[in-house]
């Protein structure tokens, strides 16, 4: 019953922006911390950010610190990923999770190329 839908991938140039959206549902979504994670062709999957229940982000990746920031609303039960100054390098499917990586979305696509 649990779901995870993420939406705002595609492609850009370098440099730029992208906002990253993933509604969940069923379950009380405020209690639990999300993350976002992303999977680049022939690497392992990685851990970008982390938020708390309570809307504090912890255990950002060092390759998008002050570049991306994770934040959520809790009203309509979303989580965004806030990509800029986005590099060639940050091209991967980027997924959703829900309670200690029990669950997950289907992913999103971000290709950024010039």
């Known amino acids: 019953q649990v779901q995870l839908v993420e939406s705002g991938g595609g492609l850009v140039q370098p440099g730029g922006s992208l906002r990253l959206s993933c509604a969940a549902s069923?379950?009380?979504?405020?209690?639990?911390?999300m993350s976002w994670y992303r999977q680049a062709p022939g690497k392992e999957r990685e851990l970008v950010a982390t938020?708390?229940?309570?809307?504090?982000?912890?255990n950002v990746a060092d390759s998008v610190q002050g570049r991306f920031t994770i934040s959520r609303d809790n009203a309509i039960n979303t989580v965004y990923l806030q990509m800029n100054s986005l590099k060639v390098d940050d091209t991967a499917v980027y997924y959703c999770?829900?309670?200690?990586?029990?669950?997950w979305g289907q992913g999103t696509q971000v290709t950024v190329s010039s």
């Open positions: 938020i708390g229940g309570g809307g504090v982000p912890t």
């Open positions: 999770s829900a309670k200690n990586r029990r669950y």
């Open positions: 069923g379950f009380t979504f405020s209690i639990y911390a």
